[in-house]
């Protein structure tokens, strides 16, 4: 059940230790995860306080991921204060203009900034991997896999050959794990909600990045089909044809990164398929049914090309049409 958006008992002590004695505190965001977000705000400066509970949570891995960013010239939230003992942390405050309402405001805006989007990850494969991350590869992918057969089809009622599942991706998958490219930082979760616009920050410092901590070393078409397959907003297919080739063209990439951008498409959007369900029958959050529809729409175009041809077989032989995008809209 998705946690209420009351500041823990501990905060305002928290809060008082570091400066903000008395300050005001504001709900600001939970997510799929047991984190929650408040603002803090006093005497005219505000900041975020995240509250990340432990044991289901450990603030470290965000702190560090942080300061990697920071480091390598990109925009991430500075760590203000920590108490780690009760995962309380105090972080920049990058406003309240993110991504996803600034192209919902501004559609004219959308190549504009997706080029900055696609920019950022330019300048972040230029650097070395973040030390100490796991690896995204071959054997992450498939157990990543394992959540749409585990979850999906038990809650829609399907009987499916895991097998063949297992088998076709695979398939399909091998050849990118071997293909030569990467290891690059993935911050694992970079879409249109996780990206913040930054006031007076320019080029690709404009963008305030989120929630990466999960980030991993792995392949660099990842990041950029989240950024364009968005589970939140749709893209137009235009756009994400042009910053595929925006992309390839400055980090000097050729046809193999273009198969890979395909195919971790449609791996991600298999994956995000059994994570909105396990959200719903798990973990008590519905609402991520409505994205289910937007999820097949984008995973019905990945699976239209030719290098996901034995996992678009598996698909047509064990899930039936109405068990895609319609069962979702009933």
């Given at each position: 059940?998705?946690?209420?958006m009351i500041?823990?008992?501990?905060?305002?002590?928290?809060?008082?230790?570091?400066?903000w004695?008395?300050?005001?505190?504001?709900?600001?965001?939970?997510?799929?995860?047991?984190?929650r977000?408040?603002?803090?705000?006093?005497?005219?400066?505000?900041?975020?306080?995240?509250?990340?509970?432990?044991?289901?949570?450990d603030?470290?891995?965000?702190?560090?991921?942080?300061?990697?960013?920071?480091?390598?010239?990109l925009?991430?939230p500075?760590?203000?204060?920590?108490?780690?003992?009760r995962?309380?942390?105090?972080?920049?405050?990058?406003?309240?203009?993110?991504?996803?309402?600034?192209?919902?405001?501004?559609?004219?805006?959308?190549?504009?900034?997706?080029?900055?989007?696609?920019?950022?990850?330019?300048?972040?494969?230029?650097?070395?991997?973040m030390?100490?991350?796991?690896?995204h590869?071959?054997?992450?992918?498939?157990e990543?896999?394992?959540l749409?057969v585990?979850w999906?089809?038990?809650?829609?009622?399907?009987?499916?050959?895991?097998?063949?599942?297992d088998?076709a991706?695979r398939e399909?998958?091998?050849?990118?794990?071997?293909?030569?490219?990467?290891?690059?930082?993935?911050?694992?979760?970079?879409?249109?909600?996780?990206?913040?616009?930054?006031?007076?920050?320019?080029?690709?410092?404009?963008?305030?990045?989120l929630?990466f901590?999960d980030?991993?070393?792995?392949h660099?078409?990842?990041?950029?089909a989240?950024?364009?397959?968005?589970?939140?907003?749709?893209?137009?297919p235009?756009?994400?044809?042009?910053?595929?080739?925006?992309?390839v063209?400055?980090?000097?990439?050729?046809?193999g990164?273009e198969?890979?951008?395909?195919?971790?498409?449609g791996?991600?959007?298999?994956?995000?398929?059994?994570?909105?369900?396990?959200?719903?029958k798990?973990?008590?959050?519905?609402?991520?049914?409505?994205?289910?529809?937007?999820?097949?729409?984008?995973?019905?175009?990945?699976l239209?090309?030719?290098?996901?041809?034995?996992?678009?077989a598996?698909?047509?032989?064990?899930?039936?049409?109405?068990?895609?995008?319609?069962?979702?809209r009933?």
């Open positions: 059940m998705a946690a209420p500041p823990p008992a501990t905060a305002p002590a928290f809060l008082a230790a570091h400066g004695d008395g300050a005001e505190i504001l709900p600001l965001a939970g997510d799929a995860s047991f984190r977000y408040f603002r803090v705000v006093k005497d005219g400066r505000s900041a975020v306080l995240m509250d990340a509970p432990p044991p289901e949570e603030p470290r891995p965000f702190i560090a991921a942080a300061q990697w960013l920071l480091d390598v010239g925009s991430a500075a760590t203000l204060a920590r108490d780690l003992e995962g309380l942390l105090l972080i920049d405050d990058f406003g309240n203009a993110r991504l996803r309402e600034a192209l919902d405001a501004a559609p004219h805006r959308e190549e504009e900034l997706y080029a900055l989007a696609t920019d950022l990850l330019v300048h972040l494969h230029a650097h070395p991997p030390r100490g991350v796991p690896p590869g071959l054997d992450r992918w498939l990543e896999l394992q749409f585990d999906y089809c038990p809650a829609l009622g399907l009987d499916v050959d895991r097998a063949g599942f088998a991706w399909v998958l091998a050849p990118v794990a071997g293909d030569g490219l990467g290891p690059v930082t993935v911050l694992r979760d970079y879409h249109a909600e996780n990206i913040m616009l930054v006031a007076g920050r320019e080029g690709i410092a404009h963008l305030g990045l929630d901590q980030a991993v070393a792995g660099p078409a990842y990041d950029l989240s950024v364009l397959e968005d589970a939140r907003r749709d893209v137009s235009g756009i994400e044809r042009a910053m595929i080739d925006r992309y063209a400055a980090a000097g990439q050729g046809a990164y198969r890979a951008y395909w195919v971790l498409a791996q991600r959007n298999t994956r995000i398929l059994g994570v909105f369900t396990r959200l719903w798990r973990d008590g959050k519905p609402g991520y049914r409505a994205f289910q529809p937007r999820m097949w729409g984008l995973l019905e175009r990945d239209a090309h030719e290098a996901l041809a034995p996992v678009r598996w698909f047509d032989a064990n899930v039936p049409a109405k068990q895609r995008a319609e069962a979702w009933r």
